[in-house]
């Protein structure tokens, strides 16, 4: 019964986190990644604080952070979180979203390393393998994001190169040596249409893991999906030491905000401008960070951290659901991705039946 509600929570965060995203977009489109990242963290720390007074909770808070230990936890996450979110804008910046957002499904299967060396967590083998099927179904969903507008743009080409042919079957009746018409088509329209399509399927999926040696953005999104598998275990580890999640949860946000926001008073405190600006967009992106964070930890109260980061993971599910119920995308090619991370799911769920 445990697992069901923890996986639950784990699937709200999934929901909340989906809103997130779609906020930082928009919010990157008026705002630099730094300015993001600085006043979100202010509002997050702003809003928490609230809540820890508002409960006579000061105290006890700054109890929690005079132990050595539980600095060190706050610290370190909050260190690697800061680092990450700077390498995740940069490697989006430099490699395309092909290439580098697949490596972020990898955090699950890495997370049964670390939450066994950091927490002493050890996955039953139906749960194991359940997180590894996630992890796969997610790679290949995140691969397959592009293929809708990959094949868009063949039936495009096509219809292009039928249009051109049919010009130049009526041109060669009026002139004796036609001029030939060329045409930028890709190999994949050829002749032999079935091998070439399959071999590019094969190449499109293991492009981002090829890319490796040759694109920066998938180095460091490998480094960030590595990285906050560690994060999510200190996750764990400082909300175990906190009397409460929420206290945790405080104490992280404000390690992360006053070193950013210091950084953005010195490098320019005309930005704060900015804040009052776009100070509702601000906010929702503040309020549903802290919705993601806070499911997200009381999940830990019931379940292993691989399990509740798979669960959360699956969350890119809803992002296609919603494609395709709101822009009308196609998702019918994504259906046996989506049903797999299902599979996984279930298999979470049952883990320790």
Not at 246 to 264: K, S
């Amino acid at each position: 019964m445990a697992s069901y509600v923890g996986i639950g929570f784990a699937l709200g965060a999934a929901v909340a986190h989906s809103f997130t995203d779609t906020l930082r977009k928009l919010g990157a489109k008026h705002l630099q990644n730094g300015e993001v990242v600085g006043f979100v963290s202010l509002l997050d720390c702003t809003f928490l604080s609230i809540y820890i007074v508002s409960q006579n909770g000061v105290a006890q808070a700054m109890e929690t952070m005079a132990d050595h230990k539980f600095f060190a936890v706050i610290s370190f996450s909050a260190a690697i979180k800061i680092t990450t979110g700077f390498m995740y804008q940069r490697a989006l910046q430099v490699s395309p979203l092909s290439l580098t957002i697949p490596y972020l499904a990898f955090t699950p299967a890495l997370l049964v390393f670390t939450s066994y060396l950091m927490l002493g967590e050890s996955a039953s083998p139906k749960g194991l393998l359940g997180v590894v099927i996630v992890t796969l179904g997610g790679y290949l969903l995140q691969v397959g994001n592009d293929d809708g507008k990959d094949r868009k743009t063949d039936r495009t080409r096509r219809r292009i190169q039928n249009r051109l042919n049919s010009k130049q079957s009526e041109d060669d009746k009026e002139v004796e040596e036609p001029v030939p018409i060329i045409v930028d088509v890709p190999p994949e329209l050829s002749l032999d249409d079935n091998v070439r399509t399959d071999a590019s399927s094969w190449k499109r999926i293991l492009a981002p893991l090829t890319a490796l040696s040759s694109e920066e953005g998938s180095m460091l999104m490998l480094g960030v999906a590595a990285l906050w598998s560690l994060t999510s275990s200190f996750d764990k580890l400082g909300a175990e030491l906190a009397p409460t999640f929420v206290v945790f949860a405080v104490c992280q946000r404000a390690a992360m905000c006053i070193p950013v926001n210091l950084y953005l008073l010195g490098s320019d405190f005309r930005c704060f401008r900015n804040f009052a600006a776009y100070f509702p967009l601000l906010t929702a992106i503040s309020l549903m960070e802290l919705a993601t964070l806070l499911l997200y930890l009381k999940s830990l109260e019931y379940v292993l951290v691989s399990y509740a980061i798979a669960a959360k993971r699956s969350g890119i599910m809803l992002s296609v659901i919603c494609g395709a119920v709101f822009f009308n995308e196609t998702i019918m090619h994504r259906l046996p991705y989506i049903v797999l991370m299902l599979l996984g799911m279930v298999l979470i769920l049952f883990a320790d039946a």
